[in-house]
C-alpha cells in the first residue's frame, strides 16, 4: 500500500481557478459543492446583523466566504477551511493576512447544507477545536436554529441552541441580541 501525501497550502493554491471551493483537511483534499440559495440568503443575513454589532462597538472584524483560514501546528500547513463567516477579536486581528487568517480566528460560522452538514458537524468541528477556535456557531436553515459551542479543555461544549424570535445573546457577543427569526427568508424559495 502507498502512504498518501499530504497536500499543504502550497499544492491548495495551486488548484485551478475552477468555480468550485476547495479545501484542505488534514492533508486531504475535500471539494466542496456550491452553497444554495436558502444558505447564501442566511449567510448575508447573519454577516448584516454581526458586521452591524461589531462595526458599532469596535469590536474587531466580520469577513465572509470564500476566505481562507489557514490552521497549522506544522510549516507545512495542511488545515485550509473556508468558513462561511469568521470574526476576528480586536486581539486576533493580528492573524489577517493578504492570503487570509493564520490561525484561529475568535469564531466560525458554519452554515450548514445538506451536501455538508456532516462535514461541518464532525470533521471540520473537529478540526477547529484541534487548532483552538474559540468559537464555533453551526447554523441550520433547514431546522431555523443555531448552536453556538464553546471551547472547553480542547472540546466543545454547546453553549445554547436557539431558534425563534426572542433576542438572545450568544458568546463570544453578550450583548448582541440576536433574533433569529431575522436569517430567514421572508418569502418562499421553490424547489
Not at 468550485?20 to 440559495?37: N, Q
Not at 476576528?88 to 490561525?103: C, F, I, P, S
Not at 470533521?123 to 456557531?137: E, S, T
Amino acid at each position: 500500500m502507498t502512504a498518501r501525501t499530504a497536500l499543504t497550502y502550497q499544492d491548495y493554491a495551486a488548484l485551478p481557478d475552477d468555480g468550485k471551493r476547495y479545501e484542505i483537511h488534514d492533508g486531504e483534499l475535500s471539494v466542496m459543492t456550491a452553497p444554495t440559495s436558502l444558505h447564501q440568503i442566511v449567510s448575508a443575513n447573519l454577516f448584516d446583523l454581526l458586521r452591524a454589532h461589531v462595526k458599532a462597538r469596535h469590536l474587531g472584524l466580520v469577513l465572509y466566504a470564500p476566505l481562507d483560514v489557514i490552521l497549522s501546528d506544522t510549516p507545512s500547513e495542511t488545515t485550509i477551511l473556508q468558513p462561511d463567516l469568521v470574526y476576528l477579536d480586536d486581539v486576533r486581528l493580528e492573524a489577517l493576512r493578504l492570503r487570509g487568517v493564520e490561525g484561529a480566528p475568535t469564531l466560525a460560522v458554519e452554515i450548514l447544507s445538506p451536501s455538508t452538514a456532516g462535514i461541518d458537524r464532525n470533521r471540520k468541528r473537529a478540526l477547529y477545536a484541534r487548532y483552538g477556535v474559540p468559537y464555533l456557531w453551526l447554523v441550520d436553515p433547514e431546522a431555523r436554529e443555531l448552536a453556538a459551542h464553546v471551547l472547553d479543555s480542547g472540546e466543545y461544549h454547546l453553549a445554547a441552541r436557539v431558534s425563534g424570535s426572542e433576542p438572545v445573546a450568544l458568546p463570544p457577543f453578550t450583548d448582541l441580541g440576536l433574533v433569529l427569526s431575522a436569517l430567514w427568508p421572508q418569502f418562499p424559495i421553490r424547489p
